[in-house]
């Protein structure tokens, strides 16, 4: 048998005065009563704290037990000490019981001795009114006919009596034999009935908590939903009113729907992280952790860098937690992702109410100037040169144009709010730098539709090739290799494009010269440049910048200048044929424009000009 008290909350010394009954029989001699004290943790965790136990064979002695007892725990120094007090009370119901059947008896003497050891039944057989007369012997049958006779006990065997008995006897054991039933009925009833609503259910549908209150699953579901209805609640108590104990998880499984189920354990374990400072969980993927401070030679006594306050640096080596789980960084104090490099919680909050510049972010402290559309940028220098690029408009949403300056189309609105999942916004990092988001700068739309930094695209340009060959890979977007196209980068790509067109156009008489223009790569359906002269030409044909002159000139095959394009060079040395061969003959019909020279030490064709004197081809200047 197990009883449990009522639970007490939040005390080191608790004060139960509870009371207890129970039945000892004289066959168990060797039991014992088992007495635990429990602590009931936040995490839905039971932890002994110590027990006591009395051996029944104790009473035998001592018909009351009163004192102080020390707890007994194996794995506690100390677990304390409890005050008991058990008294054994003798039960006297059977010999009342037997006393009301000699009285039911209606017999004129009181010559009747109560035996507790004898059975009902051998009294009413040697019962006589004659005080003088002897009590026959019952006679035993032999053990192994008694053996042989034993039926199973049923319900129509059970209380069956002799029917030669005294008719009062009759009527006696007959009354007894009802109210036995009806207490059994009582009793069965009692035991499937629902405390909540009182009615009889099925077993199958009762829960008998660890508190031994019974409840129906309705019942149960109907009071676990109505305690849910309060967030700040982490234990759903027993239905019972003044019962304080706690519904275990399996019986609110077997009622709540799993969702709902699952919605309270996730609710229960936040708010038992929220009451341990110690324990933090993930607020991307939930994964929980345990803080532990440093102590000793563990402290971290790095000076703070990249201008971060000692505050702030501080803070940042207490707060800040990399997930192991999901890698996402974020701050354990007020659950932030990212973490705030450079604030305290506190100067976070007071910097995302504050007035931050559209570019760098940091906080603008001076007044608002209404007169100035481009007032939301800071007085650093590099935010003053990009707001010299900026658009002054605003969206219809209300958020400012992240585009340039005068130009017809603005860009879509690239804040979070406005952004859907699919679409750039000025989180994103820009395809070129790598290095600000796309709302650090003034950003365009390419033609084909991808977003840049406008200084980005700009500087990529105005580098143009990165080799001594000129090639047109870099005024190709970056995500997608088209041609870089907006209206703000005309006065670049003009020039550019006048180069192209004289290259192609030198490409394709030297095609021509050198019998080219069949070629199976030009000609063969399937073929690279299948009818692609000029790809085929640019491909194949390497041209330079002539420093002198600032014009094109051929300096033989690709494939010569192969693996040559990473090595350092100077733009000095690149000269064209009819400006290095100064004091030589021009060509009646082409000029110089057509003159080439050979490499001195091969007898290639010469791309290199060195020392006044010296024409090289690619493989020759390189070894030099």
């Known amino acids: 048998m197990v009883v449990h008290t009522q639970l007490v909350k939040n005390s080191t010394s608790p004060h139960w005065n509870e009371e207890f009954r129970f039945d000892v029989f004289h066959n168990a001699p060797e039991k014992t009563v088992l007495v635990t004290v429990i602590e009931k943790g936040s995490l839905f965790r039971e932890t002994p704290i110590g027990s006591i136990t009395i051996p ?3 009473f035998k002695e001592n018909f009351e037990v009163k004192g102080w007892f020390g707890l007994e725990n194996t794995k506690r120094k100390n677990p304390g000490t409890i005050h008991l007090s058990a008294v054994l009370i003798p039960n006297d119901e059977e010999e009342a019981l037997f006393a009301m ?26 019962i006589s ?87 129906c699953c309705e019942c149960v579901r109907t009071h676990a939903l109505r305690q849910l209805e309060d967030p700040r609640l982490a234990d759903i108590v027993c239905c019972q009113e003044n019962c304080t104990s706690t519904i275990p998880q399996w019986a609110l499984k077997k009622v709540l729907d799993e969702k709902l189920f699952e919605e309270y354990i996730s609710r229960a374990l936040q708010l038992a992280i929220d009451s341990c400072d110690e324990m933090i969980a993930c607020p991307s993927c939930g994964v ?11 402290i971290n006594n790095s000076q703070p860098t990249n201008g971060i306050s000692a505050e702030a640096h501080a803070h940042r080596e207490e707060f800040r937690f990399r997930c192991r789980e999901c890698s996402t960084e974020y701050c354990s104090a007020c659950m932030r992702i990212p973490y705030h490099v450079g604030y305290t919680c506190k100067q976070y909050e ?22 100035d559309p481009l007032d939301d940028v800071c007085d650093d220098e590099d935010c003053q040169e990009k707001k010299k690029n900026a658009c002054d408009k605003k969206h219809e949403c209300g958020h400012a144009c992240g585009g340039v300056a005068g130009e017809d189309v603005c860009l879509p609105c690239m804040h979070e709010d406005c952004v859907q999942p699919d679409q750039t ?49 870099f005024w190709n977007c970056p995500e997608c290799k088209q041609k870089i196209n907006h209206p703000s980068l005309n006065a670049v790509m003009e020039p550019l494009e006048e180069l192209y067109e004289e290259i192609t156009k030198k490409a394709l008489q030297r095609l021509a010269f050198e019998g080219l223009e069949k070629c199976d790569d030009i000609s063969k359906e399937g073929a690279r440049f299948y009818k692609d002269p000029i790809g085929y030409a640019m491909n194949h044909f390497a041209y330079y910048p002539c420093y002198q002159c600032k014009k094109p000139y051929f300096g033989g095959q690709v494939r010569c200048d192969a693996g040559n394009n990473d090595q350092p060079f100077k733009a000095e040395d690149l000269v064209c044929g009819g400006c290095s061969g100064v004091g030589a003959q021009e060509c009646p019909a082409h000029g110089k424009e057509f003159m080439e020279h050979k490499c001195q030490f091969c007898c290639s064709v010469a791309s290199w000009f060195c020392w006044g004197k010296t024409h090289f081809c690619d493989p020759c200047h390189t070894r030099q």
Request: charged share 30%.
């Open 350 to 371: 007071e910097y995302l109410v504050s007035r931050r510049c559209r570019f760098c972010k940091e906080t603008i402290r001076s007044a608002a100037n209404l007169s």
């Open 288 to 298: 929980v952790v345990e803080r532990v401070q440093r102590h000793g030679n563990q």
């Open 101 to 126: 059947f000699i009285k039911n008896l209606d017999l004129e003497n009181n010559w009747v001795v109560i035996d507790p050891q004898v059975d009902a039944f051998q009294v009413t057989d040697s």
């Open 56 to 58: 029944l064979n104790y």
């Open 425 to 473: 916004s000025a989180e994103d990092w820009c395809s070129i730098c790598y290095v600000e988001d796309l709302g650090s700068a003034p950003s365009i739309q390419l033609g084909c539709s991808h977003i840049l930094h406008y200084h980005c695209v700009l500087a990529k340009l105005q580098q143009k090739w990165p080799s001594p060959r000129i090639t047109f890979g």
């Open 129 to 215: 009114l004659d005080p003088n007369a002897e009590v026959p012997e019952k006679k035993r049958e032999p053990e192994e006919k008694q053996e042989k006779a034993e039926e199973p006990e049923t319900a129509e065997n059970l209380h069956t009596f002799d029917s030669s008995a005294d008719p009062e006897i009759q009527k006696f054991l007959e009354e007894e034999r009802r109210e036995q039933d009806r207490m059994l009925q009582e009793f069965l009833k009692q035991q499937y009935k629902c405390m909540a609503c009182g009615e009889g259910k099925d077993p199958r549908e009762l829960l008998e908590l660890e508190c031994q209150h019974n409840f």
